[in-house]
Every structure is written in structure tokens, then in C-alpha cells.
Nanobody, 119 residues
């Protein structure tokens, strides 16, 4: 069983930065995939960034490339999302997710943290 708890959301002006954290019970070193998703009001949940085991690979949604950076610190059992140059359209609830098999779906989810970017 994996439990994920996000933190670091808040209100920030456009152009500002935030860093989201996701603490994972049971450790992260063995998880083959972790990711950040977000869901804006009235929209479906969408992938923002993904990272493989040992940070072997990362991927980003086109809308955040060059502004967001996903990373994981397996020694601290924590996943991060550094968000720079935030835009109002980044406003959403951000969720941390994890999967326990390489080709499986993301089976474990955090409760979400609200990010609001004012113009």
C-alpha cells in the first residue's frame, strides 16, 4: 500500500514560483513511475509531468515544458514539482500519483493541493 500526501500549494501571482512536494509512505525508491497531474475547474484531470525509477526518464506536458521540473529524492521518499513562471492557466488542483508496475496505470493518488495563480 502506498500513501501519498501533497503539500506546497497556494496563491501566487503570475510569473511567480511554487514547489510542490509529495511524501510517500513505504518509500519511493521501488516505484517505477511517479507523476504529477492537475485538474482545473470544469476540465478533466491531465498529466503534467512523469518520472521513472532512479529519475531515469522524465516527460512533460507541452504547456509546462521549460517552466516545470519534476524530480524525486528517494532518500527522502519525496516527489517534487518545481513550477516557475506560473501563469493563470496553471490554476488547478495538483495531484501526485504513483504506479507499482512499469506498464500499469497510476494506482495510487494523493488528496491534491490547490494552486491558484492570479493575473
Amino acid at each position: 500500500q502506498v500513501q501519498l500526501v501533497e503539500s506546497g500549494g497556494g496563491l501566487v501571482q503570475a510569473g511567480g514560483s511554487l514547489r510542490l512536494s509529495c511524501a510517500a509512505s513505504g518509500g519511493t525508491f521501488w516505484l517505477p513511475g511517479m507523476a504529477w497531474f492537475r485538474q482545473a475547474p470544469g476540465k478533466a484531470r491531465a498529466s503534467v509531468a512523469t518520472i521513472g525509477r532512479y529519475s531515469s526518464s522524465t516527460s512533460y506536458a507541452d504547456s509546462v515544458k521549460g517552466r516545470f521540473t519534476i524530480s524525486r529524492d528517494d532518500a527522502k521518499n519525496t516527489l517534487y514539482l518545481q513550477m516557475n513562471n506560473l501563469k493563470p492557466e496553471d490554476t488547478a488542483v495538483y495531484y501526485c500519483a504513483a504506479k507499482t508496475t512499469t506498464i500499469g496505470k497510476y494506482a495510487y493518488w494523493g488528496q491534491g493541493t490547490q494552486v491558484t495563480v492570479s493575473s
